[in-house]
């Protein structure tokens, strides 16, 4: 009877150890195979990554190509021109249709993976922040341009004032103790008490750019118009924008023939039919990823540099399933 006892007990260890080694190897298994699985995942993600960076610089060269054949066919810059027309959410095989059946075929499974969406857009449509200052000292016409955008905006005047202030400060005398960091985007301005709340009103009407530069008359919006030409009103300045659609200034010179006692005080060095600045807004969307890049183009007669250029992520396929209001 011991013996019985003692062998069931023998073999309930046995079966107890053997459950337990079984556990183990799975254990230790899982962990392998999840330890393989994050390796592939992440040398997959970093491919994809490279992949989309090299897509993205790809698109950044085309989109200056698209600058410099402009300057080609014409000496004006108005919104008809090709580079003005926004990119939608496109696949990539859609620009690759004329390359060789080879070279396709063999890039098929990328091509068709890849949405690219993107536009150009002038900011010399703009005011431009970098007016505001010359010799050390805040330009009175320059204000008073700003002071009808604040208007315009319902946007308190008095605002304005605070902060042209710290950039002149932060412009003419950077090594001051007291003088603000300077802003070298848009978005940077709150750093001189700009209110986030002003800022995300005047975003589509004002730029920052390395040097001063004239508002461009057949880009620039109805309220920028308006803004610039001290003799405007908004209701004149949209049709103003009417005019220009139909056939665009070659001139600013032939602006005053054709609008009449209101274009008499357009002047040369604050108003132009030409830009020099332009961003250029990328967005590629890839299995996973998305990226969004931003870059400041200055174009100079046929040459085009790249004055500064953000790249940050701005879609997942994760987000776009956990998000009630998808991105995608």
Known sequence: MKTDTRLAVQQGAALLLAMMTVVLVATLASAMLWQQWRTT???TAERQSQQAHWLLVGAHDWSRVVMREDSLGSNTDHLGE?????????????FLAATPAAVAQNADSLLEQVFLAGDIQDQQARLNVRNLVANGLLVDSEMQAWRRLYQQLDLPVAALQVWTDAYRRALSAPLQEDAPLLPQRVSQLTWLGMPLAHLSKLTPFITLLPTASPVNINTAS???LSAVV????LPSARQWVEERQR???RSVEEAKQRMGAAAVVLQSDRHSVQSAYFEVNGRLRFNDIGLRETALIRRQGLQTHTVWQERRPWWSRRSCMSAESSPC
């Open 230 to 233: 001290p003799t405007l009103a």
């Open 247 to 249: 056939q665009p200034w």
């Open 41 to 43: 995942s992440v040398e």
């Open 82 to 94: 090709p580079w003005a027309v926004p990119l939608r959410d496109a696949r990539l095989s859609s």
């Open 222 to 224: 109805a309220e920028v």
